[in-house]
């Protein structure tokens, strides 16, 4: 039996003898409350086990010690729409280059990370991508748009990704990609700003513009070539300017630390574990 199976069960059983005790007492017991103290219970211990996995991971030192980038902070989002959050580790490079995030989860026995992509590798997202979630339709994606023609490399490209799960692993998978052809960015005027637009859609949409960029779709395992305008279409079909989806990293649940890379403390953790339970 599995760890998680395990705890479940454990949960069922203390329940169980609750309600014998109960009976034998001769209170009555409702149906609903049956199931609501089961489940109740069920959640508490398990919340217990991801908690206590989670908080030795923090404490650890040397957390992500291969990156070029010092942790900043670290967010609680929940991908898979089970309430059970992943963990994302915030990196910043302190300056106009920006930073990303790596993300981690408990199988139930370890700490392992918990966004892979195709080739199983950990999955890093630039801090200027939008997770949206969709719970509706219950879909994640990964929203990141180009907002220069030139200039900071964190501006000059975007991509719209999906996250998915498979066999309870959870995968990033890709859609669109867009970049910037440098060498005709530099021939023409736009490289000296005269055109400055405030979205990504505005410059997919100007004719001038669309000889500088490269827009690609991802279709049977293979990258082909689209213009700037399909593009678009396409981004706007599947996340429309006006929709109800919820951006993952637009939360509370988030703890900054005081100086960039130090220790995060047990009572710091303690706080962002309180912010998770009370947004459920």
Request: charged fraction near 25%; aromatic fraction near 12%; proline fraction near 2%.
């Amino acid at each position: 039996m599995s760890q998680h199976k395990k705890i479940i069960a454990a949960g069922i059983f203390t329940v169980n003898i609750m309600l014998l005790d109960a009976c034998s007492s001769g209170t009555q017991i409702e149906p609903n409350a049956i199931q609501d103290n089961a489940v109740s219970k069920q959640n508490i211990e398990i919340n217990k086990t991801y908690f206590q996995a989670y908080r030795d991971f923090l404490l650890s030192a040397d957390i992500d010690s291969c990156h070029d980038f010092p942790i900043y902070g670290y967010y609680l989002l929940d991908f898979n729409f089970d309430r059970i959050p992943e963990l994302g580790v915030y990196h910043h490079s302190g300056g106009s280059m920006g930073g990303y995030f790596t993300f981690y989860c408990f199988n139930g026995e370890d700490i392992v990370p918990a966004v892979l992509d195709e080739d199983g590798e950990p999955v890093q997202i630039s801090d200027y991508t939008k997770i949206l979630a969709n719970y509706d339709d219950r879909k994640i994606y990964l929203l990141k748009e180009m907002y220069l023609l030139t200039g900071n490399m964190n501006g000059t490209y975007g991509y719209l990704r999906e996250i998915t799960s498979n066999d309870n692993v959870l995968y990033c998978s890709d859609l669109l990609r867009l970049d910037v052809d440098y060498e005709q960015a530099m021939e023409t005027e736009l490289a000296n700003g005269i055109i400055q637009y405030d979205s990504e859609d505005d410059f997919l949409s100007d004719s001038s513009i669309a000889k500088c960029l490269l827009t690609e779709s991802y279709e049977n395992g293979n990258w082909v070539k689209i213009s700037p305008q399909e593009y678009r279409i396409i981004k706007r079909r599947l996340i429309p300017e006006e929709n109800s989806y919820v951006n993952l990293l637009d939360t509370d649940v988030y703890m900054l630390l005081r100086e960039c890379d130090i220790q995060i403390t047990e009572e710091e953790i303690n706080s962002l574990f309180s912010k998770w339970k009370g947004m459920k």
